[in-house]
T-cell receptor, first 110, second 113 residues
């Protein structure tokens, strides 16, 4: 059965303390893996798309990587404004719907 | 840059009433998606449209219907509302269907009393 799972569920970091979020998937025919950031009461904000194993994308303090089984979102030297829920989602072989993985709530304390 | 616009932002209805949610995609985007997000949950896909035709269907109740108009905006019509329909409803848009990033609006918060 297709599954997308994120870990940990929640992460508390000190400002400047780098860490990684995990998104593991067992999906037949992965067509794309997407990372979003969501603030309370807001819509998910698109961060990255990864299409094939070995691909990496970077934006400011964030870097996303993809293997055949999982994706990582690395947060380097985070700041309090990086506090948010980070969502991983996949598009499978058939259709264009996003299937989300549960999210990781990140809190960065000054 | 222009984003996805949803209206209204908040809506309060009573059981068995009807509601219409509107979505205006990013200019030139031809594909629209609707998602429902309950408290503490992931967004769940409801339905999508490409070039005004339904392109995919998820767990959308029969009480709900949607369409995409010639100007690419979309409306989600909800009837016989139930308490369990209380949620955030997001619209997203993309340019084309082939694995393109979906850009989300800030949602409509629907509360059923």
């Amino acid at each position: 059965e297709d599954q997308v799972t994120q870990s940990p569920e929640a992460l508390r970091l000190q400002e400047g303390e780098s860490s990684s979020l995990n998104c593991s998937y067992t999906v037949s025919g992965l067509r794309g893996l997407f990372w979003y950031r969501q603030d309370p009461g807001k819509g998910p904000e698109f961060l990255f798309t990864l299409y094939s194993a070995g691909e990496e994308k970077e934006k400011e303090r964030l870097k996303a990587t993809l293997t055949k089984k999982e994706s990582f979102l690395h947060i380097t030297a985070p700041k309090p404004e990086d506090s948010a829920t980070y969502l991983c989602a996949v598009i499978k072989a058939a259709g264009n719907k996003l299937t989300f993985g549960g999210g990781t709530r990140v809190l960065v304390k000054p | 840059a222009a984003g996805v616009i949803q209206s209204p932002r908040h809506l309060i209805k009573e059981k068995r009433e009807t509601a219409t949610l509107k979505c205006y995609p990013i200019p030139r985007h031809d594909t629209v998606y609707w998602y429902q997000q309950g408290p503490g949950q992931d967004p769940q896909f409801l339905i999508s449209f490409y070039e005004k035709m339904q392109s995919d269907k998820g767990s959308i109740p029969d009480r709900f219907s949607a369409q995409q108009f010639s100007d690419y905006h979309s409306e989600l019509n909800m009837s016989s509302l139930e308490l369990g329909d209380s949620a955030l409803y997001f619209c997203a848009s993309s340019l084309g269907q082939n694995n393109q990033p979906q850009h989300f609006g800030d949602g409509t918060r629907l509360s059923i009393l």
